[in-house]
Nanobody
Framework: QVQLVESGGGLVQAGGSLRLSCAAS????????MGWFRQAPGKEREFVAT????????YYGDSVKGRFAISRDNAKNTVYLQMNSLKPEDTAVYYC????????????????????????WGQGTQVTVSS
């Protein structure tokens, strides 16, 4: 069966960096968008980033633009999230997600910026940023 397993979360001081990884198994997602979402306590799940199958296009949530970078290695069926200049408000459980969509509306993430754009989800990894 399909599994997405996140790793790399942890505790970091404000201003620090972390790199999350998400390894997929059970099927290849090399032709589809993959993304990251996050959920802080008491808040709704929030779109963080998504990346096109070939890495040519990426989209980011407004709160992480310029600080986070999504990338992928299709040979490893893995997607990454490099998080820099972390802030206490970045504290959340971070979820990896895999879509079955290959394209997006021109210039915008469209449904790929929403939870229902994704068919598979990981269990999440906790990121805590201390002030």
């Amino acid at each position: 069966q399909v599994q997405l397993v996140e790793s790399g979360g942890g505790l970091v001081q404000a201003g620090g960096s972390l790199r999350l990884s998400c390894a997929a198994s059970g099927r290849s997602f090399s032709s589809y968008f993959m993304g990251w979402f996050r959920q802080a306590p008491g808040k709704e799940r929030e779109f963080v980033a998504t990346i096109r199958w070939n890495g040519a296009t990426t989209y980011y949530g407004d709160s992480v633009k310029g600080r986070f970078a999504i990338s992928r290695d299709n040979a490893k069926n893995t997607v990454y999230l490099q998080m820099n200049s972390l802030k206490p408000e970045d504290t959340a459980v971070y979820y990896c997600a895999a879509s079955l969509r290959r394209t997006e509306a021109a210039g915008t993430p469209g449904i790929l910026g929403k939870e229902n754009g994704y068919a598979y989800w990981g269990q999440g990894t906790q990121v805590t940023v201390s002030s």
